[in-house]
């Protein structure tokens, strides 16, 4: 059974960082790719980060170039995005998901929809404030 969970959530001070995880269960990062999403209040679910099925390399989406990165740890089975320089627009709902047909990079960089995604974690909240 495929099984997300996030963890690392919280409320940090803008130029802040953030460490999130995603422990995976019953799937194979060796096959499927990874991505990060996010949610912010009253807005569409936008991709953030992605570990691409069909190259192996990692993607950003332009608003986080520079500031978050992308990992994984096949020995945890654990895919972390590192946020740095953390800005208020940064603000929702973190999950990770992944698209077992496709490659989950089509909605960080491909322009395709996140709801196109197959599963889905619980999400986790950060929040970037004053």
């Known amino acids: 059974q495929v099984q997300f969970w996030e963890s690392g959530g919280g409320s940090v001070q803008p130029g802040g960082s953030l460490r999130l995880s995603c422990r995976l269960s019953?799937?194979?990062?060796?096959?499927?790719?990874m991505g990060w999403f996010r949610q912010a209040p009253g807005k569409e679910r936008e991709g953030v980060s992605c570990?691409?099925?069909?190259?192996?390399?990692?993607y950003y989406a332009e608003s986080v170039k520079g500031r978050f990165t992308i990992s994984r740890d096949y020995a945890s089975r654990t895919v972390y995005l590192q946020m740095d320089n953390l800005k208020p627009e940064d603000t929702a709902v973190y999950y990770c998901?992944?698209?077992?047909?496709?490659?989950?990079?089509?909605?960080?960089?491909?322009?395709?929809?996140?709801?196109?995604?197959?599963?889905w974690g619980k999400g986790t909240a950060v929040t970037v404030s004053s």
């Open positions: 019953g799937f194979d990062l060796d096959i499927f790719g």
């Open positions: 998901a992944t698209d077992f047909g496709g490659d989950p990079c089509n909605a960080v960089v491909g322009g395709i929809t996140a709801n196109a995604m197959d599963y």
């Open positions: 570990i691409s099925s069909k190259d192996r390399n990692t």
